[in-house]
């Protein structure tokens, strides 16, 4: 069975501060990990996935398949960074179901 | 239309009543998920089409709830003798053949069942 944990709901912090949104996961196989967001009144959208190593928006996140986290980072957070996300897996190399987890609230401060 | 598109947004029904939600995907693509998602948690997915066929019909809570596709676009999702627990958003998403991972979602069907 494929699982995601985010452990807090809810992190709030003044914009400029650094931020870490935490994501630990239990899959068997080899899976694919990926963050998506929803900004307030839009729909829910990709962010990133760990395949592509790429920083969107700021933002990065490491595979760490020793700990099975997919940490969410940014060292300098943004007041428009304020949104709810969730962390998400899906088996690799498999059109197959995304398994999501329960998600945590960003607020960012002015 | 460019996105994944529900209707209706907001739907309001007597328990025990039967429901339809209409999701109409991203041109072209050939996956299809419904997710429904309760207060304060993440979506929970209930099936996935690849085509007509339902690939994945393993989250679905149980027979009162049903969907299809019958012609690989439009799907519509049944609730049969609806409960008040089914109230929830019931997401729609779309994904493009090989193109493992990224959904592209609609703005989902808010269901209220009184």
């Known amino acids: 069975a494929q699982r995601v944990t985010q452990p807090e709901k809810l992190l709030s912090v003044f914009k400029g501060a650094p931020v870490e949104l935490k994501c630990n996961y239990s899959?068997?196989?080899?899976?694919?990990l990926f963050w998506y967001v929803q900004y307030s009144r839009q729909r829910l959208q990709l962010l990133l996935r760990?395949?592509s190593r790429e920083s969107i928006k700021g933002f990065t996140a490491d595979l760490n398949k020793g700990e099975t986290s997919f940490h969410l980072k940014k060292p300098f957070a943004q007041e428009e960074d304020s949104a709810m996300y969730y962390c998400a897996l899906s088996p690799a190399g498999a059109n197959s179901k995304l398994t999501f987890g329960k998600g945590i609230t960003l607020s960012v401060r002015p | 239309g460019a996105g994944v598109s529900q209707t209706p947004s907001n739907k309001v029904t007597e328990k025990g009543k039967y429901v339809e939600l209409r999701c109409d995907p991203i041109s072209g693509h050939t996956a299809l998920y419904w997710y429904r998602q309760s207060l304060g948690q993440g979506p929970e997915f209930l099936i996935y089409f690849q085509g007509t066929g339902a690939a994945d019909d393993s989250g679905l809570p149980n027979d009162r709830f049903f969907a299809v596709r019958p012609e690989g676009s439009v799907s519509t999702l049944k609730i049969q003798r609806t409960e008040r627990g089914d109230s929830a958003v019931y997401l729609c998403a779309s994904r493009s053949s090989g193109n493992t991972g990224e959904l592209f979602f609609g703005e989902g069907s808010r269901l209220t069942v009184l």
């Open positions: 899959y068997s196989g080899s899976p694919e």
């Open positions: 760990h395949i």
